[in-house]
């Protein structure tokens, strides 16, 4: 059965701000029906890191919280610690890190609380019984909330193809020690040809598994899996094998999405944010510019329909010229073509069809412009 997915796109006028549609979106996807009074509910939202240009912007974030505070509702801006070593692996970090990127509570009017703790060992143990995981972490502000509204930047990813609702549940709230058991399936390999021993990787790796000579070496004994080394590269020297580890990933992120929604039917709605699509995730510090023209903003109480339109809709954008697309070793980049996959040469289905077995959701959906 299709599911609804609400649309407006990204244009705007002096009497109908990009603002002014949000807030109807909200109201059309029927997010004043999942929070009641009194209830506590977490924004589940990207800080984006320090020297991230492209996250969520704070002025959405706001009307999100506005609309839940007409309502009697309580929300809060929540998004666990990261694994890897950056500026969001602690809450202290993660707090200050968020501050600078814009989300103060004068500027957004909710509080911040970090979901899995100071060091991201306050979670809770979630009984799934499937496939990968017989019990998943969920952090304990996600799983306490009574409400969970889940406001995404669609955007690219290195490891699986993109991010959108479905990833932002999954890893953005699972616990530290989640995101390792996500990532454990993940081994990254060293292109020694390519490597110019710059020594960048070694800033970015938690669990010091990797030494640099004449070129980066990788203790496979010691690597965590989480991929970060990946993206940090600047000479595309390490890379992964795409065509079995990411489809493990991407499922064992489906899983942790199944365990965060578990106990939540019909108390939780999603937004997709479908603004500065970058190649990359938020979690670089830094931001390349976006690779197809600003499409949207969409919403619904399906996350797998939700997705799915979202990559159909950056499927039908032309691609940007100036962009990583001029750089892509994959596929064509036009109308029509998976942008994800050109740059990346991963398969994003993999998340959405597996969502969609898991009963988390539809692939067929009913786009509704507003």
């Known amino acids: 059965m299709a599911s609804r997915v609400f649309f407006t796109d990204a244009r705007a006028t002096g009497n109908r701000s990009l603002l002014a549609k949000l807030d109807r979106l909200l109201r059309r996807a029927g997010l004043d029906e999942v929070a009641a009074k009194g209830e506590l509910v977490a924004v589940k939202l990207h800080f984006g ?39 969001r692996a602690n ?12 989300f103060a509570y004068a500027a957004v009017n909710a509080p911040l609380i970090i979901a ?18 017989r019990q998943v972490h969920i952090s304990s502000a996600v799983y306490f909330a009574d409400v969970l509204v889940a406001l995404s930047h669609f955007k690219g990813h290195e490891a699986t193809g993109f991010g959108g609702a479905l990833k932002n549940l999954g890893m953005g709230c699972g616990s530290r020690s989640g995101k390792q058991q996500m990532h454990s399936v993940v081994r990254p390999r060293v292109r020694a040809a390519v490597c110019r021993a710059c020594k960048r990787c070694l800033q970015w790796c938690p669990a010091a598994a990797i030494r640099v000579a004449e070129v980066a070496e990788i203790d496979a004994d010691r690597c965590l899996g989480c991929g970060e080394c990946v993206v940090t590269c600047p ?3 390490i890379t992964i094998n795409w065509k079995t580890e990411v489809a493990d990933l991407q499922e064992r992120i489906v899983e ?17 944010f479908v603004l500065d699509v970058t190649p990359d995730c938020d979690c670089p510090s830094w931001s ?15 996350p797998v329909a939700l997705d799915q339109a979202c ?43 597996y969502a969609a077995a898991l009963g988390l959701g539809s692939r067929e959906y009913e786009l509704v412009r507003i």
């Open 288 to 302: 390349d510019v976006p690779v197809v023209p600003d499409v949207g903003i969409l919403a619904s109480q399906d």
């Open 256 to 272: 942790y999405a199944f365990g965060v929604l578990k106990d939540k039917p019909g108390k939780a709605f999603f937004v997709n």
């Open 116 to 133: 899995d703790g100071l060091t991201g060992k306050d979670y809770v143990k979630v009984e799934i019984n499937q496939k990968h995981f």
């Open 311 to 353: 990559y159909d809709l950056v499927k039908q954008q032309p691609g940007l010229a100036g962009t990583r697309l001029d750089d892509r070793r994959h596929g064509q980049a036009g109308v029509g073509d998976d942008k994800f996959w050109a740059i990346h040469g991963v398969d994003g289905t993999i998340q959405l069809a």
């Open 91 to 102: 809450a202290v970090d993660h707090l200050e890190t968020a501050l600078e990127n814009g």
């Open 49 to 87: 890191e320090r020297g991230n240009t492209r996250h969520l912007r704070p002025q959405f974030v706001r009307r999100v919280v506005e609309r839940l505070k007409r309502r009697g509702a309580r929300p809060f801006l929540t998004d666990a610690n990261t694994l890897y070593r950056g500026s």
């Open 235 to 237: 000479h595309g020297a």
